[in-house]
């Protein structure tokens, strides 16, 4: 997981942004805002969310206002709950389980990096059979079953 912050007021224009797109090949973005009023199935969206998942690709994500939490898995598989403010950059890694919530502001416009042609498919646990899984684990050094 890594976390950065940078200015989301010039998102549009900010060469740091630009560099870190660069230097890791994420050509695609798109921006997603959660809120009641904007998102058509918020509530359902939301439920998706926060049921525990893992992509076969990293999600990242770049707060661009409001806020929310992403919960993640540690080794002991516990949840972490990492906070995520504007201006934050979230990676997480391929084979994660995760989730991710609003707080009680029920606010978070984000824009969604991705390497190549987005796929946004989620696969809810259990999914330990996929070999996107088991790579992750071996990356964490977990001798785990
Ligand atoms: C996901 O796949 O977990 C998400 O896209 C989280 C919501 S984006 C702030
Ligand atoms: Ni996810």
Request: charged share 30%; glycine share 6%.
């Amino acid at each position: 997981m890594y976390k950065s912050l940078l200015n989301a007021d010039i998102y549009e224009t900010d060469p740091e942004l630009e560099k870190i797109r660069k230097d890791h090949g994420y050509s695609y973005s798109d921006i997603i805002t959660l809120a009641k009023d904007i998102l058509l199935d918020y509530e359902e969206k939301l439920k998706m969310f926060f049921q525990e998942h893992l992509h076969l690709d990293d999600e990242i994500r770049y707060i661009l206002d409001g806020r929310g939490y992403f919960d993640l898995r540690d080794k002991e598989d516990r949840w972490i709950r990492i906070s995520v403010v504007k201006g934050d950059l979230i990676t997480l890694p391929a084979g994660i389980y995760h989730r991710f919530t609003v707080d009680e502001t029920n606010y978070t416009k984000a824009m969604r990096l991705f390497v190549g042609d987005p796929v946004w498919k989620a696969y809810y646990r259990p999914a330990d059979d996929l070999d996107i899984r088991q790579q992750y684990l071996s990356s964490i050094g977990c001798g785990c079953a």
